[in-house]
């Protein structure tokens, strides 16, 4: 911490808000640290599941006795001899459990891919040899994997956001409108696709279940394995102390309970590790979807009306919806304003949470629309945007907590030479490249759930922070560390950081762009307690003196207001038309995200999400066999994601967003870099080409079809 004394005039600063590298960052880039498949344990087997080879039917017999007597092989858990569990249960996040990870307590298959037996043996390679070798019979059922925008079958569904909205007559203020925009958006399945697998070691060690895992959340994994298998959730111990990524999957998944089945089997240490291929099925994905937005407006632009519908798809054991009427319900008024979100049921896997879930494949229709109601009106693409700013939430009627998108529009503006843009399509040449540049607005919820923590001043002087937190990547033991060397009035060479442990009290998950927001409320809590403490000349014994949070009346108490991030995506990009490449040339996007607790890191987690919206626009896309029911090359070959050499010149900054009446002031950074980025990348292909890409990715494919069509008419 650092004062400074200008005349009569005191200022000081904090370690939040300055640049620190990660505190293991070491340890990552050597391999010190050790992530959940890497921990030893004694007496370790190892457990390799086996998946259905059809997409529906029932498991009619499992040839168990010649893979029994392979070598180290030790035991083959199925339907006719796993532990059962329980799954009439509401988890932490409000849903029921996926039956998925309730495994082989039936013979029914839900979709190729389906968990139907797990081989445990003494090696990895002998469980998997085995696992190879295993014949499982099945009386196959036709299946259904038809995802269309006209199934009659969709229904509405809740998620994280009402299912249906509306307010106004829709089809009087369409017809009094000047300008109507009637359009369809398609967004494809696209997974997760993070570095570390998914992998899990459970043992039973002094009458507790202990589970070393990588997850997104100790204390959720604790409840929903607690639930499962009947247990005390204090019998229950989970540890997660590096993860090499999640975006939304790394919940509780099929391999974890699995593992726990396995060691309650065995009473030994039984670790199982999802391959790349199994987890295409196993650990979630994004639904695809199909989105209808009509548009109505004055010749001015101002909305009359506004419509947003969506379809997405789920399995048929599970409902899991992809709200991507959610941007909408968000970003713009207008006097008739309805959405509806809706689901199918189709024999596939349950989708999950991926990175913006809803916000992402949402604010591509929503942005791309807003853009072309811009061409249709003759505005310029931002200037329509600021005339629609709302006064308060166009569907919950709150008042907005803090809204400066229209700040991050005019500070992108003149950071990426908007002002110079020829607004004609289709001008702008160099060689064989046409260039255009795009924007796009973005929104994300700035949430919080309550956590507890713990601080303890230590008899040399430091400070240990024990937190359930989990750092998936995003750099969270470095933020936290600032947070609480700020509450406790020191430096951060002088505090640690422990994480990752369900033994150090529940606390909110890595998620929904709530995590730093939700531990550093109770980190600042407990550190501010302690430090009252300390000031009354209160000694510090060998133990330490520890003071523990928690934030559930406080978030209680927090008035009810739209709460979120905004920002503006900026892209620039050069098609070629004779062979359908597109080449994002630069991105620049500017946020308003509450107090930045860590420029380096969160700099970062927007450039990520940037990024990932580069291939969100460009690549990714899984495609489904309709004859099998499964993907087409379900890895890193066949699914294609962004490289080194598909990534431009990105920049991300961000406005000043602060909120008098927030107690913590922080937004998340974790999901917003992400949303309005693929929107963006569409639209300047619009502006480079005069041809509009409604459906993603825009492949090299579809340019020369557009190209062509455009050529014809």
Known sequence: MTTTTTGKQTTTRGSVGTAHTRVEGRDKVTGAARYAGEIPFAELAHGWLVLSTVARGRIRSLDTASVLAMPGVLAVLHHENAPRVDTDYIGMLGVPPDPTCALFQNDRVAHLGWPVALVVAETSEQAREAAEALVVRYEQEPHDIDFSADRTDAYPAEGHAPAVTGKGDLEAELAASDIVLDARYTTPEEHHSMMEPHAATARWE?????????????????????????????????????????????????????????????????????????????????????????????????????????????????????????????????????????????????????????????????????????????????????????????????????????????????????????????????????????????????????????????????????????????????????????????????????????????????????????????????????????????????????????????????????????????????????????????????????????????????????????SMALHEEAVRDRATGGHYSPDLAGYHVATHADVPFIEADWVDDFDPDDPVGIKGVGEIGIVGAAAAVANAVWHATGVRHRDLPIRPDRVLRAAAGANDA
């Not at 589970?211 to 540890?239: C, H, I, M, Y």
């Open 206 to 614: 002094g009458g507790r279940l202990e589970l070393v895992d990588s997850n997104q959340g100790a204390s959720w994994v604790v409840g929903e394995l607690a639930k499962l298998f009947s247990l005390d959730p204090a019998s229950v111990r989970v540890r997660s102390e590096h993860v090499g990524g999640g975006f939304g999957s790394k919940g509780v998944r099929a391999h974890q309970v699995a593992a726990v089945m396995a060691t309650t089997v065995l009473h030994r240490p039984v670790r199982v590790v999802m391959t790349r291929r199994q987890m295409f099925s196993l650990s979630g994905y994004r639904s695809p979807t199909a989105q209808r937005i009509r548009l109505g407006a004055d010749a001015d632009g101002r909305l009359r009306a506004l419509e947003h519908r969506s379809v997405s798809q789920t399995s048929t054991v599970h409902e899991f919806v992809e709200q991507s009427t959610t941007p909408s319900q968000v970003m713009y008024d207008a006097a008739a304003h309805h959405t509806a979100a809706e689901v199918v049921r189709l024999d596939v896997p349950t989708p999950t949470w991926m990175r913006a879930p809803g916000e992402a494949p949402g604010s591509f229709a929503l942005e791309s629309a807003l853009d072309e109601l811009a061409a249709k009106c003759g505005l310029d693409p931002i200037e329509l945007r600021l005339r629609n700013e709302p006064d308060q939430g166009p569907v919950s009627g709150l008042p907005f907590s803090t809204r400066n998108l229209p700040a991050c529009f005019r500070e992108g503006a003149r950071r990426f030479g908007w002002a110079d843009r020829d607004p004609r399509p289709g001008v702008r040449r160099e060689g064989r490249w046409l260039l255009g540049t795009g924007t796009a607005g973005a929104s994300f919820g700035a949430g919080a759930a309550p956590s507890t923590a713990t601080v303890t001043a230590e008899a040399d002087g430091t400070f240990t922070v024990r937190i359930a937190a989990a750092d998936i990547g995003t750099g969270a033991r470095t933020a936290l560390g600032l947070v609480a060397a700020d509450a406790l009035r020191t430096t951060p060479d002088r505090v640690r950081v422990r994480i990752g442990d369900s033994d150090f009290g529940p606390a909110m998950i890595a998620g929904g762009s709530m995590g730093t927001r939700s531990w550093s409320w109770a980190v600042t809590a407990a550190a501010g307690e302690l430090r009252e403490r300390l000031a009354l000349g209160a000694d510090i014994p060998p133990e330490g003196i520890t003071v523990r949070s928690d934030t559930t009346e406080a978030i209680g108490a927090l008035a009810r207001t739209e709460r979120h991030s905004y920002g503006a995506q900026f892209a620039e990009v050069a098609v070629d038309v004779t062979t359908g490449e597109v080449r994002v040339r630069r991105m620049l996007g500017i946020f308003a995200a509450g107090q930045i607790v860590n420029p380096l890191t969160a700099r970062g987690q927007l450039i990520g999400g940037m990024t990932w919206g580069i």
